[in-house]
């Protein structure tokens, strides 16, 4: 039986609520709804979803704080995406910083948000062209961590399993390809999503932030991401690839 990818969406406003996940069942997905972030959870815990769709603007926990959140636990590789009723740019930049893989500005249409659904649905699931070639290798391990590319989440020398993004996981590959070699934001971006950079794109920068706190980089010795000034960023260990 084919896999139907299951939503999650959450907002407390009951029209917009109730209007995605008719659209989203008309168009052959499975939708599940909640009214705030304990809904959330406890639909989480109960089921597997394939996307969360995160309303910014509402009571109590708002969606960036439960986005930060999702992306400290045990559900952080569920990709989310934000609705959110302004379109201001430092909001989209906070949204991605908290960990979003992308965002639709109400009012919107619904076939906007089923066509962003789906593609960041696809995203998280396809490595980038460039990667395709190295699906053979099962592991790479540098420094204290192991990477399961198989199962795309990291292994640290106590044998803890962290869980990856999509997005993380990608980016994380593209340096683990590429160790001891500068690349840029455009390449990174090119590299890790298989798409040239936008007019101002600052999601490669939150992403290896992302990157450095899971693998616990000083913020001074910046121990396997280095950042190199006006050029982009270095792998700076050793890499070696297990097939």
């Known amino acids: 039986m084919d896999h139907v990818n299951h939503i999650l969406v959450v907002d407390d406003d009951h029209d917009i609520r109730t209007d995605v996940v008719d659209y989203l069942r008309k168009n052959g997905l499975r939708a599940s709804a909640t009214v705030d972030g304990r809904g959330m959870f406890a639909q989480l815990d109960a089921s597997a979803f394939d996307l969360i769709v995160l309303d910014i603007m509402m009571p109590g926990d708002d969606g960036l704080m439960l986005c930060r959140t999702l992306r400290c636990g045990k559900h952080r590789a569920v990709p989310i995406l934000l609705l959110t009723a302004r379109d201001d740019e430092t909001d989209r930049i906070i949204g991605l910083e908290m960990g979003a893989d992308d965002y639709v500005v109400k ?10 659904i789906t593609a960041v649905i696809r995203r998280s699931r396809m490595l980038p062209p460039n990667l395709r070639s190295t699906e053979t290798v099962n592991a790479m391990s540098f420094g204290s961590w192991r990477l399961d590319a198989r199962a795309r989440h990291l292994i640290d020398q106590e044998g803890t399993i962290i869980a990856l993004s ?9 340096f683990l390809d590429n160790p001891q070699r500068v690349l840029s934001r455009n390449q990174l971006l090119n590299l890790s999503q298989g798409r040239d950079t936008e007019f101002f794109d600052r999601s490669i920068d939150l992403l290896v932030s992302r990157l450095r706190a899971l693998l616990d980089d000083n913020a001074k010795e910046q121990a396997y991401i280095k950042t190199v000034r006006s050029k982009g960023y270095v792998f700076s260990k050793p890499v070696t690839v297990h097939t």
């Open 166 to 174: 999509g997005a993380e996981f990608r980016l994380l590959r593209v």
């Open 107 to 116: 009012p919107f249409s619904p076939r906007e948000l089923l066509a962003r």
